[in-house]
């Protein structure tokens, strides 16, 4: 797995996996926790891996390294028994990403 240095790693804990997957089973006894959870994902078609300069030859497994900006559209704070809450979307209006996979490892540009 790549260095995440400089980066947040947001993938759920076998505990936050846990603890979701109980509460989900209520609602779906069949119901598998990803490690990602969906509102972080991005889905990218060909035509945004042209606008990015990538290949769309990538295998399930590859990481790509990107940067990106992003405007925030809605905030939704609120109090309750269980604490502060607080939600935020945001739309990506920037991207920029590289290949790790095929990146040569010699090569430490970052």
Not at 55 to 76: E, I, P, Q, W
């Amino acid at each position: 797995m790549p260095s995440f240095t400089h980066m947040t790693d947001l993938t759920r804990s076998d505990e936050e996996k846990s603890k979701e997957h109980m509460d989900s089973m209520l609602s779906s006894p069949f119901a598998h926790m990803p490690d990602v959870p969906p509102g972080l994902c991005i889905c990218l078609t060909e035509t945004e891996l042209q606008k990015l300069e990538l290949d769309s030859d990538c295998d399930v497994g590859d990481y790509l390294h990107g940067r990106f900006m992003a405007r925030v559209t809605s905030v939704n704070k609120s109090e309750s028994g269980g604490g502060a809450r607080c939600r935020i979307e945001l739309s990506l209006i920037a991207m920029n990403l590289e290949n790790e996979s095929t990146e040569d490892p010699d090569d430490d540009d970052d």
